[in-house]
Nanobody, 127 residues
Framework: QVQLVESGGGLVQAGDSLRLSCAAS????????MAWFRQPPGKEREFVAA????????YSADSVKGRFTISRDNAKSTVYLQMHSLKPEDTAVYYC????????????????????WGQGTQVTVSS
């Protein structure tokens, strides 16, 4: 089992920056691929960004490329989502997810591939 706890959400204005954190506990974090998903109000949950357990590979959705960066610190068992130039359409509940991975460069972008989920943190961007 892996327990995930997100933090760092809040209410910001358009153009602001915010950094989300996801602290993991339980099984070996360093061999789990990680990802951020989000669920805007009234919409389905969607992929945001993912990172391999080595941290060497990452992938971001087109909607956030150039604005959001995913990173991880395996020594702290934490994955981050740095968000810049926030827009009202980034308003959502943000979830982190974990998946055991055999390859250090494996990146997964599909929701169904992830085994563990956090409770989510709300990000609201006002215009």
């Amino acid at each position: 089992q892996v327990q995930l706890v997100e933090s760092g959400g809040g209410l910001v204005q358009a153009g602001d920056s915010l950094r989300l954190s996801c602290a993991a506990s339980g099984r070996t974090f360093s061999t789990h691929a990680m990802a951020w998903f989000r669920q805007p109000p009234g919409k389905e949950r969607e992929f945001v960004a993912a990172i391999s357990w080595s941290g060497v590979r990452s992938y971001s959705a087109d909607s956030v490329k150039g604005r959001f960066t995913i990173s991880r610190d395996n020594a702290k068992s934490t994955v981050y989502l740095q968000m810049h130039s926030l827009k009202p359409e980034d308003t959502a509940v943000y979830y982190c997810a974990a998946k055991g991975a055999r390859s250090p460069i494996q990146v997964n972008i599909e929701e169904y591939e992830y085994d563990y989920w956090g409770q989510g943190t709300q990000v609201t961007v006002s215009s």
